[in-house]
């Protein structure tokens, strides 16, 4: 069984940083894509950033892309998101997600094929 435990979520000021955790279990990182899905305070899904062991590739959103950076512990078999400069629109509950790259790319949620519960993380002004 799949299991995603995502962990790291926190309350910080704009321009902080927050690293999240994602520990995968049941899961072979060549197997799918995994990353991160944001949901925000409007309830919109947005795909935030997420890699494909694969097919050697990586994606962020443009609304975090270099200020986010996606990495991974083979060992721990755990995935990271660190994040900085953090921004108030930055503010959602973080679930990390299984499924296809492409999903990922245009924020089809449902089209994960496994996630966990969510992080929150939350920016102040």
């Known amino acids: 069984e799949v299991q995603l435990q995502a962990s790291g979520g926190g309350l910080v000021q704009s321009g902080g940083s927050l690293r999240l955790s994602c520990a995968a279990s049941g899961f072979a990182f060549d197997e799918a894509a995994i990353g991160w899905f944001r949901q925000t305070p409007d309830k919109e899904y947005e795909g935030v950033s997420c890699?494909?062991?694969?097919?050697?590739?990586?994606y962020y959103a443009d609304s975090v892309k270099g200020r986010f950076t996606i990495s991974s512990d083979s060992a721990k078999n755990t995935v990271y998101l660190q994040m900085d400069n953090l921004k108030p629109e930055d503010t959602a509950t973080y679930y990390c997600?299984?499924?296809?790259?492409?999903?990922?790319?245009?924020?089809?949620?449902?089209?994960?094929?496994?996630w966990g519960e969510g992080t929150q993380v939350t920016v102040s002004s």
């Open positions: 997600a299984v499924g296809p790259f492409e999903q990922f790319l245009v924020s089809h949620w449902l089209g994960m094929h496994y």
């Open positions: 890699w494909s062991s694969r097919d050697g590739i990586t």
